[in-house]
């Protein structure tokens, strides 16, 4: 009988040993994230668009300015930048060449803080809106952000990168047109240390995401990353596709080939919408820091002159500064606007920009095309803008090196706002 005893008590701590570690093991296994999503704000006051990134420990929420050509995240740190697991790699280390950074800080202060460190790593971080430029130190400190549902039609509890890298700028580098508030950018462009490709490393996802841009300043929209079958949540439907072509600092072209108005094309010299950045056909470079889209001066010429001609009927009226062609509103709906098309790498692929995107109302009974004057010598000879962007679904694949076009969700019965950020949410933190 005693025997017995002790056979069953050893049998039900065997047992229970079992279930324990089996439970330690789930409990401890890492979670991984079906996709991210971030969501963006667009700024009343200057048009551009903004992500709160969770940064430091404890954690903080940080309003970046979104910079789709970025080589990466840039933030200041001279003031109030307190974190416990900020670190700034020593010169020369494997993090300040995944950078670009060759050259060693010196700073001059005599108690050590975030971003003035000696014998750390020096960069040269630049102001997208201004073009300055100012050397920061590179860093590393913790990044979380929302993963998605299995669906992706929700946000899922938040996810922590603890070694994200970065860069630190003196405050001076804040200067420009920036929405108020701001800290710095989010870098989104091709490059190593962008915040795409770091977290596409990270998480092991492959290196896409995906732009959804509002363009109300009352409902937020969303950056997906990775999700899992392009799952999305914003219902974009069918994509049309195009190359990706990438410039010398990472910035993403695609190859339009000519323009239509009510298809009919713009007369223009071919030779005109050649990139010297790509040395082909991908003039246009998609960004988020010009409000408008931006045409060479001889391209913006010829276009707005033959916009003119599709556009009978309506009043024209003194432009305003920054635009070249304005009407009266009054008589005025989006649905007569002529659409227009970007036409890429054959005539059966185009991007369309209807009315919402081509004309933005500038005033009382003003309405203005939305496409401005780039002058001679611009960075591209189309740089597509950010109200040309707004509810718009653009998703770049950087694995095949092609972009997905949605044109103007609002035809389809929905926007970049419907996403679902209600979930509730928790960290759960990754190494």
Known sequence: ????????????????????????????????????????????????HIANITKRTPQQSVPLLIDLNGRFLWLNCEKNYLSSTYFAPFCHSAQCS???????????STTPRPGCHNNTCAVTITNPLTRQTAIGEVAQDSLSIRSTTQFGSNSGPLVTIRHFVFACSPSSLLQGPFPKNVQGVAGLG??????????????????????????????????????????????????????????????????????QVNNKPVPLNRSSLIST????????????????TALEHNIFTAFTQFFVKQFSGVSRVNPISPFGLCFNSNNLSNTSVPHIDFVMQNKNVTWT???????????????????????????????????????????FDLVRSKLGLSSSLLSRNTSCSNFNFTSTSFVNEME
């Open 1 to 48: 009988m005693a025997s017995s005893i002790f056979y069953f008590l050893l049998t039900f701590l065997a047992l229970s040993n079992l279930v324990f570690l089996s439970q330690s093991q789930v409990t401890r296994a890492p979670f991984k994230p079906n996709g991210l999503v971030l969501p963006v704000f667009k700024d009343s006051a200057t048009g551009l």
């Open 98 to 108: 995944s950078v670009g950074a060759h050259s060693c800080n010196k700073c001059f």
């Open 190 to 259: 091709h490059d190593s240390v962008s915040l795409p490709i770091q977290l596409a490393s990270h998480f092991g996802f492959p290196r896409q995401f995906a732009l959804c841009l509002p363009s109300s300043s009352q409902k937020n929209g969303a950056i997906f990353f990775g999700t899992s079958g392009g799952l999305y949540g914003t219902q974009p439907g069918n994509l049309t596709y195009t190359p990706i072509i990438i410039g010398s600092q990472g910035e993403y072209f695609i190859p339009v080939r000519s323009i």
């Open 277 to 292: 950045r790509t040395r082909n056909f991908g003039g246009a470079m998609i960004s988020t820091t010009a409000p408008y």
């Open 353 to 395: 920009i209807v009315g919402t995107n081509s004309v933005v109302q500038a005033g009382p009974g003003l309405s203005c095309l939305a496409f401005v004057d780039g002058g001679q010598n611009p960075k591209a000879p189309i740089v597509i803008g950010v109200h040309q962007l707004e509810d718009n679904f653009v998703q």
